[in-house]
């Protein structure tokens, strides 16, 4: 059990992050139909305003035009892969990395 208030805040830190990382994230974005809370009146340029500034507008246009929105952790790492994440581990690996890099071995893609 935690003794301190940092020990505490560490732990359930942790059991939030525990949490968080077990789930499928979803996003909502909510948009205020009017700035009266008035039912039923629906103002269009506060509406597309908000559209414009959340970025529902830009993948709207990226429907439109046939492109996938949104993938999965898993497919987007499989499918991407190649364009930066190799990079990032040779990052990691610190010198060493960088004489098997030259060899050939694990080289990032640039």
């Not at 939030?16 to 039923?40: F, M």
């Not at 629906?42 to 908000?50: A, H, M, R």
Request: with cysteine; proline share 4%; charged share 25%.
């Amino acid at each position: 059990a935690p003794h301190t208030t940092a020990a505490a805040f560490r732990a359930s830190l942790l059991a939030l992050s525990r949490r968080i990382g077990g789930t499928t994230e979803r996003y909502i974005r909510c948009i205020k139909p009017n700035d009266t809370k008035r039912a039923g009146h629906f103002v269009s340029p506060l509406v597309n305003k908000q559209l414009r500034f959340t970025g529902v507008s830009a993948v709207t246009a990226l429907y439109q035009h046939g492109y996938p929105s949104c993938l999965g952790k898993a497919d987007f790492t499989r499918r991407y892969a190649g364009v930066g994440f190799a990079a990032r581990r040779e990052r990691r690996r610190g010198a060493g990395g960088h004489a098997r890099a030259a060899a050939g071995e694990g080289a990032a893609v640039e």
